[in-house]
């Protein structure tokens, strides 16, 4: 009786691999990017380039530049504590704009000048692109 038991056991141990292979295939393909980076010309930003895709995926809403009043939720301090925003040129492209906040009151920031663009600018997904561009993600 040890001795089927032992056969038994030495016959799942040697077979279990093989019906292992017998599987489908399985195909590992390299996903794309969800975003990439371009060089700004005469400067150390980047321009953030989102597929579709991440850009739904994060939600991404902008806003009209309204004057010197900009939503506190557009607002993106850097790790000196420097203040930014993202602008939107073009579609799913984002580049991040420095700004000088004079006072904040409730949900608005208010800017000691305007902004150097009309472009909209950036509310939600302002941390995500943010990560993006500098790599604090990875």
């Not at 001795?3 to 292992?20: K, N, R, S």
């Not at 557009?74 to 492209?93: Q, R």
């Amino acid at each position: 009786m040890k001795h089927t038991h032992l056969f038994l056991w030495m016959f799942l141990i040697l077979a279990f691999p093989g019906l292992a292979a017998c599987g489908p295939e399985i195909t590992v393909t390299q996903q794309a990017s969800p975003s990439t980076l371009k060089d700004i010309e005469g400067s150390d930003l980047k321009q953030v380039i989102l597929t579709e895709k991440a850009a739904e995926r994060l939600g991404v809403e902008t806003v009209p530049v309204n004057g010197q009043v900009v939503p506190y939720a557009a607002v993106i301090y850097d790790t000196e504590g420097h203040t930014w925003v993202y602008t939107n040129p073009e579609p799913l492209t984002f580049v991040r704009a420095p700004i000088l906040i004079d006072r904040i009151e409730g949900d608005q920031a208010f800017l000691t000048e305007p902004l150097e663009t009309d472009s909209p600018i950036v509310t939600i997904g302002v941390a995500e692109i943010y990560g993006a561009e500098t790599g604090v993600s990875k």
